[in-house]
């Protein structure tokens, strides 16, 4: 351990008055994340409709990057929170969360994500009717990457590819989370790494 970090954990203060890390309360707030990337999603999706329809395909391109990329922030800075808050509590209190306990958050916070894809499978294989709507309102950052493959709101014109690329877009969830809380719960420095590295 560098003298760096040995000085910021003496500096660690733990103002919850939880013996523990609360894992539930943590979980919880992986299933509610989805709902804040929708939220943000939908506000992209209004502030780039325009460009979507005037560009075509290139805006949907544009617009389903952005909406990828505002993810990873949302989810980063979860993971990132959520493992500072394990680290405090090990070094003060001696809570045994463990780094890898951001793997099962992300997994959490990918569910609703899972959910959509299930509906859509359905949909496709004729076992309920168009869900496709839905399935974009779950998913309302990746809507211009959606609408690549799933052009109207017809199930019919859902190509088989959007079934294959959209589980690789869910691992962000469970990847994300998993290395920021991992980072954090490690307390590393990403300044100090870059600095050393370059020496």
């Known amino acids: 351990m560098s003298e760096e970090q040995e000085k910021s954990e003496e500096k660690l203060v733990d103002y919850s008055s ?9 979980m919880l707030l992986a299933l509610l994340k989805w709902l804040e990337c929708d939220f943000f999603g939908a506000f992209i999706f209004l ?20 909406g990828l990329l505002l993810y990873i922030c ?78 109207s709101m017809q199930i019919e014109d859902v190509s088989s590819t959007l079934l294959i690329i959209y589980p690789l877009t869910m691992l962000i969830y469970p990847l994300t989370v998993f290395f920021t809380f991992k980072m954090a719960y490690n307390n590393v420095d990403i300044k100090t790494k870059i600095m050393y590295k370059n020496q």
Do not use: C, Q
């Not at 939880?18 to 943590?26: G, I, L, N, Q, V």
């Open 74 to 151: 949302v989810l980063a800075d979860f993971g990132l929170k959520e493992g500072a808050k394990a680290h405090t509590k090990k070094i003060i209190r001696g809570d045994d969360t463990g780094s890898n306990f951001g793997l099962k958050l992300g997994l959490v916070a990918m569910l609703p994500a899972l959910f959509s894809y299930i509906l859509l499978l359905m949909s496709y294989f004729d076992v309920v009717g168009s869900t496709v709507l839905i399935f974009k309102i779950l998913n309302s950052g990746l809507w211009g990457y959606i609408n690549i493959f799933a052009p």
């Open 18 to 26: 939880d013996e523990t890390y609360d894992r539930k309360h943590a």
């Open 47 to 66: 502030s780039l409709l325009a460009m979507t329809l005037m560009l075509g395909n290139a805006g949907n391109f544009i617009f389903g990057t952005i």
